[in-house]
């Protein structure tokens, strides 16, 4: 019952159509009380957008010059710039997760930096993440032949499909110096390929006992046959008060820690940096077959996404949150687990394997078959002791408190052809089972107090999803003032929708003009009823271009700029 009260005081707070309507889309839940209140990152799986919303899933900001899906992740920048990976389907292909790009945007969407990463030889995928220098750590993948596999001391019987396609793709990660506006130095490197042990071939110089050295990468891994994307690293983050670098390796069923400190030539080796290891791992957890430590009831970890550190501020800080996605247990879950480090890095072995020996903390949906994605998804814990899920598979972010309640519940409402109407059914994506079409890889929630908001307008615009309110036709919720609430697209080409908000019937004035002021098109002159309208305004006769859209009445003035790209 308690639920059922907070998805309709969710809909009486944020509802601008008929109550009758069913509400399908946006957001759903939103216990004020409850929920933490901050700004809400997302990137659409398969659209070129990027929004930032409040609680109340009304637009703050969006981007929407790139010409790229997401490729996969985006963050907000310190100075409040926009970072987006960007998906630009290369010459290599790993199947899954694919980037090759990054792009960096203002506050107001100008491009101020690109850096190309792809090549037939190697490509950026998934994740990054930014160090506090400014630099940027990229996931990237690089081919390997079969040859240089068998010479490896990988076991043939173990990959018939690096065999079949001749090649293997192992993950590694690159440090890059920005260089302003294209292109940067790569400064840093570590690469999965200079850590490996195997127990098949005695004639090579990595042969060795894989559980007698944790620290290495067996290439045999947990005894099934590995595929051409092996490792399938999904998300990385960084620790500034460790000096440490996690990675999620989705194809191990494991989470890696390496060090940072090193250079270089230090990180291809086993000795150098702090700790006097190298490149090798310093932490491992997940699944300890892996490293020849376990069998199949210590495994904790199922193909998960999304490792991150609880940073400090947040409940938990230095513990370490997961998406486990669940693939062969049917079920997804959010895990929290302790890490055995001490306060300079160090990670305490107690044989035969890492601990701990479980999480500390587990969200599941109820029952637990409820939320089980295969793919992507992600979690971040907030400073008020929640957790923001991202079951991204159904577009779905859900905020839930310790004991598992949810306080906020939102579901993308931006498929690949963009934002749908409100009551409109979400459809499952025809190429990927089990994914449905407003798929989002993760989100981030940014705190009201976040660097980058200083100086920032953030006052809240319209909703994401379109709702059935045509010119005079008014919403049940009267709006207080006269607004042009938003353009969408924008850039357009040809057609952009204009929305707008009326409190009282008045005489309305609504003109599309030039960049001289010269009068375009007249959209509205007439006496228009209160409500919340939309109007589309087709530009398909005119030049590319920066046009205005002017809404007057009632001595209230309200203009927007719009963008023509053809």
Sequence with gaps: ?????????????????????????????????????GYTLLAPKLNSATYLINNEGRI?????????????????????????????????????????RLEEYTWGDTLVWSFDYTSQNYVSHHDIRVLPNGNILLLAIEKKTYAECVAAGFNPARIPDVQSRGYMLPDYVIEVHPTLPTGGT???????????????????????TPSQHPELIDCDGDGRNLPVFWNHMNSITYSPALDQVLLSV???????????????????????????????LLYRWGNPTCYGSGTATNRQLFEQHDAEWIPAGSPGAGHITIFNNGLNRNYSSVDEFIPPVDSAGNYTFTAPRFGPTSATWTYTASPPSAMYAADICGAQRLPNGNTLVCYGTKGNLIEVTSTGQTVWFYTNPVI?????????????????????????????????TYTGFQGRDLTPGNFIERYPNAVGESSTRIPTTLSLNSCYPNPFNAVTQISFTVPKTMYLNLQIFDMQGRSIATLIDANTSSGSHRIAFDGKLLSTGIYFVRLSGSGIVDTRKLVLLK
């Design 1 to 37: 019952m308690r639920n059922l009260h907070r998805i309709i005081f969710a809909i009486l707070a944020t509802a601008t159509f008929s109550l009758a309507q069913p509400r399908t889309v946006g957001v759903i839940v939103n216990d004020t009380s409850l929920a933490w209140q």
């Design 60 to 100: 703050v900001n969006r981007w929407t010059r790139s010409s790229y899906p997401p490729g996969q992740s985006v963050y907000l920048l310190p100075n409040g710039h926009l970072l987006r990976t960007c998906f630009v389907q290369g010459s290599l292909s790993s199947g899954g997760g694919e980037g090759g």
């Design 186 to 208: 790569i400064v840093w490197q570590w690469h999965t390929w200079d850590h490996l042990i195997q127990d098949f071939d005695a004639t090579k110089s990595n042969y060795g």
């Design 250 to 280: 989705r194809g191990n069923s494991e989470i890696w820690v390496v060090d940072h400190s090193t250079t270089t030539t230090q990180a291809s080796s086993h000795t150098g940096g702090t700790h006097n290891r190298g490149g090798d």
């Design 416 to 448: 690949n052809s963009g934002p749908v109407m409100q009551g409109d059914s979400i459809t499952d994506d025809p190429t990927h089972p089990g994914e449905r079409l407003n798929m989002v890889f993760r989100a981030n929630r940014y705190a009201p």
